[in-house]
T-cell receptor, first 114, second 110 residues
Framework: GAGVSQSPSNKVTEKGKDVELRCDPI?????LYWYRQSLGQGLEFLIY????????KSGLPSDRFSAERTGGSVSTLTIQRTQQEDSAVYLC????????????FGSGTRLTVV | QKEVEQNSGPLSVPEGAIASLNCTYS??????FFWYRQYSGKSPELIMS????GDKEDGRFTAQLNKASQYVSLLIRDSQPSDSATYLC??????????FGAGTRLFVKA
């Protein structure tokens, strides 16, 4: 596609429910990243996928968070048993190669846990 | 803990002035540095990248890098109200992930 596509754009969920966030990167971009941004805060790295290599999961805050990337393209970030502190904007980005030329971000998913 | 530090601001400058945004980073192994602009309620947009010591100019924007001092800056000349946004400084680590600062809010007064 022309840009990084994320869905849904907004998600309100009850505490304890599971949620899935989707990211469709720019065609041909081999690297895909998930970040989250809490209100008024900077971007917190979550996970990085590069081609067929094992993902860098070092930023996932707990074992309630997981992500996969199927066929080297679309990625899904899953949060199990959501907590109120999970409320944030979840941003997906993609890049050519390994991100040395910067990222293109999607428009984000605003997650609210009530 | 690898960090990128920025003054949160807000930085307020009059229209037509030069806005100067600064950031420091802790990982001496970082080789690539970026400035992103983020309008309120929007996602970050890459505006500048810099890889070697010195200045890099692109239109009204100049990025400056000093690896010895671990310091990156962004100058915006002839600032316009449309430049009002949060500017995020970022450093790419040797582990291929990019660490972002918390951002500096810039207000350009008409």
């Amino acid at each position: 596609g022309a840009g990084v596509s994320q869905s849904p754009s907004n998600k309100v969920t009850e505490k304890g429910k599971d949620v899935e966030l989707r990211c469709d990167p720019i065609s041909g971009h081999t690297a895909l990243y998930w970040y989250r941004q809490s209100l008024g805060q900077g971007l917190e790295f979550l996970i990085y996928f590069q081609g067929n290599s094992a993902p860098d999961k070092s930023g996932l805050p707990s074992d309630r968070f997981s992500a996969e990337r199927t066929g080297g393209s679309v990625s899904t970030l899953t949060i199990q048993r959501t907590q109120q502190e999970d409320s944030a904007v979840y941003l997906c980005a993609s890049s050519v190669l390994d991100g040395n030329y910067g990222y293109t971000f999607g428009s984000g998913t605003r997650l609210t846990v009530v | 803990q690898k960090e990128v530090e920025q003054n949160s601001g807000p930085l307020s400058v009059p229209e037509g002035a030069i806005a100067s945004l600064n950031c420091t980073y802790s990982d001496r192994g970082s080789q690539s540095f970026f400035w992103y602009r983020q309008y309120s309620g929007k996602s970050p947009e890459l505006i500048m990248s810099i890889y070697s010591n010195g200045d890099k100019e692109d239109g009204r924007f100049t990025a400056q890098l000093n690896k010895a001092s671990q310091y990156v800056s962004l100058l915006i000349r002839d600032s316009q109200p449309s430049d009002s946004a949060t500017y995020l400084c970022a450093a790419r680590t040797g582990g291929f992930k990019t660490i972002f600062g918390a951002g500096t809010r810039l207000f350009v007064k008409a």
